[in-house]
């Protein structure tokens, strides 16, 4: 996600899937059947969910967990979705309300007796008859109904648009060791943590609609006054889509990958596409080719800059001009880190949201006529981070700079945004100065390829890029992820 805060104004400012899934990889993963029928007059959906679970890990299960976030916006969860300070723009008419509602899950075809756990009910626990072992697959066929809160976020309806994302049951990830991840929802970043697996989307809709999805169409029927579509998006590690009266779509190539861009309001709607073409062709070029064969780039009603999805980004409507280039370039570098590249978004927060921050600026100084300078970025970051810290020591007397923490351990939306973003950004451009721009070119590109539709620890990344820079960078990324290294800001 990119949050825009008054601070960052202030800087202102395919190769086929097997070319990088390579051989040996996972060749086994869940697959999501979802079938969901939108009413608007309601403002409510039914959903049928089926999955062909697959235990990819090296324990037998009892029972799989799966996250409803969709919850996170009911009242029990109140606050859950927005920081007080940005109520007014999530909600323009008032608090509202929404969720998620089960009503059946079977296992195999049999009727299990589920429970909702966890803050808010945002977790569903599936026992299981039988365990399940690893490398086994077993079927889950979920039913819900959705109810949709008027909100500006990542699940709700605004004036323009109506977003579903994060509003079906996604399976938790287990890790060994840990069990299953079960960190719930938070205002914070993007507390999300999930594998790939393959989707078919087969949605119903009022005939007024456009449907924005980033998939593969399979087809598209009219029925009585709902047209149904269907998608799969294969090797994605989560699934989305927008509905809109009032898109209108421009589409263009980057070699062989469509991007479609659908909006309402932009004064240069072909800017902006332009913009989304040269941030798939820089990013394909420097780090590997984009994975899939589109990407739709999404202007809607969101509260904050924009989200990122697996072949599906949100633009807010409410950045326009440099503020909205900015925005495309970050969220398009997300299909590199988090959606092909994963990781716990959680609790390691830091290994798409800094990297993301940095390739943006590699993006500016690839492109010289947005008029923004790698070197302004930097001097903007640092001055940024200096003002946060000056101000954070004024206020609260000391500031906490470690960016590797669990999001719910960052105080405040600036706390995080300085750790994550701003400091992030300059730790890479120190790492590049310490072993050079080519050879940080040449580690982000085997690092992509290496660990393609995987998820990623700390750990592994320090590992990966100390084994490629030649030299023991453990120190250097300690340094920095715990708030060890310091600005001198006076
Ligand atoms: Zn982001």
Same mark, same amino acid.
């Given at each position: 996600?990119?949050?825009?805060?008054?601070?960052?104004?202030?800087?202102?400012?395919?190769? /086929?899937?097997? %070319?990088?899934?390579?051989?040996?990889?996972?060749?086994?993963?869940?697959?999501?059947?979802?079938?969901?029928?939108?009413?608007?007059?309601?403002?409510?959906?039914?959903?049928?969910?089926?999955?062909?679970?697959?235990?990819?890990?090296?324990?037998? %299960? &009892?029972?799989?967990?799966? !996250?409803? =976030?969709?919850?996170?916006?009911?009242?029990?969860?109140?606050?859950?979705?927005?920081?007080?300070?940005?109520?007014?723009?999530?909600?323009?008419?008032?608090?509202?309300?929404?969720?998620?509602?089960?009503?059946?899950?079977?296992?195999?075809?049999?009727?299990?007796?589920?429970?909702?756990?966890?803050? $808010?009910?945002?977790?569903? +626990?599936?026992?299981?008859?039988?365990?399940?072992?690893?490398?086994?697959?077993?079927?889950?066929?979920?039913?819900?109904?959705?109810?949709?809160?008027?909100?500006? !976020?990542?699940?709700? =309806?605004?004036?323009?648009?109506?977003?579903?994302?994060?509003?079906?049951?996604?399976?938790?990830?287990?890790?060994?060791?840990?069990?299953?991840?079960?960190?719930?929802?938070?205002?914070?970043?993007?507390?999300? %943590?999930?594998?790939?697996? +393959?989707?078919?989307?087969?949605?119903?809709?009022?005939?007024?609609?456009?449907?924005?999805?980033?998939?593969?169409?399979?087809?598209? !029927?009219?029925?009585?006054?709902?047209?149904?579509?269907?998608?799969?998006?294969?090797?994605?590690?989560?699934?989305?889509?927008?509905?809109?009266?009032?898109?209108?779509?421009?589409?263009?190539?980057?070699?062989?990958?469509?991007?479609?861009?659908?909006?309402?309001?932009?004064?240069?709607?072909?800017?902006?596409?332009?913009?989304?073409?040269?941030?798939?062709?820089?990013?394909?070029?420097?780090?590997?080719?984009?994975?899939?064969?589109?990407?739709?780039?999404?202007?809607?009603?969101?509260?904050?800059?924009?989200?990122?999805?697996?072949?599906?980004?949100?633009?807010?409507?409410?950045?326009?001009?440099? +503020?909205?280039?900015?925005?495309?370039?970050?969220?398009?570098?997300?299909?590199?880190?988090?959606?092909?590249?994963?990781?716990?978004?959680?609790?390691?927060?830091?290994? &798409?949201?800094?990297?993301?921050?940095?390739?943006? $600026?590699?993006?500016?100084?690839?492109? /010289?006529?947005?008029?923004?300078?790698?070197?302004?970025?930097?001097?903007?970051?640092?001055?940024?981070?200096?003002?946060?810290?000056?101000?954070?020591?004024?206020?609260?007397?000391?500031?906490?700079?470690?960016?590797?923490? /669990?999001?719910?351990?960052?105080?405040?939306?600036?706390?995080?945004? !300085?750790?994550?973003?701003?400091?992030?950004?300059?730790?890479?451009?120190?790492?590049?100065?310490?072993?050079?721009?080519?050879?940080?070119?040449?580690?982000?590109?085997?690092?992509?390829?290496?660990?393609?539709?995987?998820?990623?620890?700390?750990?592994?990344?320090?590992?990966?890029?100390?084994?490629?820079?030649?030299?023991?960078?453990?120190?250097?990324?300690?340094?920095?992820?715990?708030?060890?290294?310091?600005?001198?800001?006076?």
């Amino acid at each position: 996600m990119k949050k825009l805060s008054i601070f960052f104004v202030c800087l202102i400012f395919i190769a /086929p899937i097997l %070319f990088i899934s390579g051989c040996g990889e996972k060749s086994q993963r869940s697959a999501y059947q979802l079938v969901l029928t939108y009413d608007d007059q309601t403002q409510t959906a039914q959903g049928a969910c089926v999955i062909d679970y697959f235990n990819n890990s090296e324990n037998a %299960f &009892d029972n799989l967990m799966f !996250h409803l =976030y969709a919850n996170a916006f009911s009242q029990q969860a109140d606050g859950s979705v927005c920081k007080p300070s940005n109520e007014d723009k999530t909600y323009p008419n008032g608090k509202s309300y929404g969720g998620i509602e089960i009503s059946s899950v079977k296992i195999d075809g049999n009727a299990v007796d589920f429970s909702l756990e966890g803050e $808010a009910d945002m977790l569903l +626990d599936v026992p299981l008859q039988t365990q399940l072992f690893p490398d086994e697959k077993i079927k889950v066929e979920i039913d819900f109904s959705l109810t949709l809160p008027n909100a500006n !976020h990542r699940f709700g =309806y605004g004036e323009n648009a109506v977003n579903f994302a994060n509003f079906y049951p996604i399976a938790c990830v287990y890790e060994d060791g840990k069990g299953f991840m079960q960190d719930g929802y938070i205002s914070n970043g993007d507390p999300f %943590f999930s594998e790939v697996s +393959d989707y078919t989307v087969s949605v119903s809709y009022p005939q007024e609609y456009i449907l924005a999805c980033g998939g593969d169409s399979l087809k598209t !029927h009219q029925n009585g006054k709902f047209i149904t579509s269907t998608f799969s998006a294969n090797n994605v590690r989560d699934v989305s889509f927008v509905l809109s009266k009032n898109f209108k779509k421009l589409s263009q190539k980057c070699g062989d990958v469509t991007i479609d861009y659908f909006y309402y309001a932009d004064e240069d709607p072909q800017g902006s596409l332009d913009t989304a073409t040269k941030a798939v062709k820089f990013y394909s070029e420097s780090f590997g080719e984009y994975a899939y064969s589109n990407l739709a780039v999404v202007q809607t009603n969101f509260v904050h800059g924009g989200m990122e999805y697996p072949r599906l980004v949100m633009i807010s409507d409410t950045v326009s001009g440099e +503020d909205c280039d900015y925005v495309i370039a970050h969220e398009i570098a997300h299909q590199w880190w988090y959606g092909v590249v994963g990781n716990d978004e959680y609790n390691e927060a830091w290994l &798409d949201e800094s990297l993301t921050e940095y390739s943006t $600026a590699l993006f500016f100084e690839k492109y /010289p006529e947005y008029n923004l300078t790698y070197q302004q970025i930097i001097n903007g970051a640092e001055g940024n981070y200096k003002f946060f810290l000056q101000i954070y020591t004024k206020i609260e007397g000391e500031v906490d700079s470690s960016m590797l923490r /669990p999001l719910d351990e960052f105080a405040t939306e600036p706390e995080y945004v !300085h750790n994550i973003y701003t400091r992030g950004i300059l730790m890479f451009d120190t790492l590049r100065s310490q072993i050079g721009a080519k050879k940080l070119m040449a580690t982000l590109k085997g690092y992509y390829k290496k660990f393609a539709y995987q998820n990623v620890s700390s750990e592994e990344f320090v590992a990966y890029f100390s084994s490629k820079a030649g030299r023991n960078l453990e120190k250097f990324f300690d340094s920095w992820l715990n708030g060890e290294v310091k600005f001198v800001y006076a």
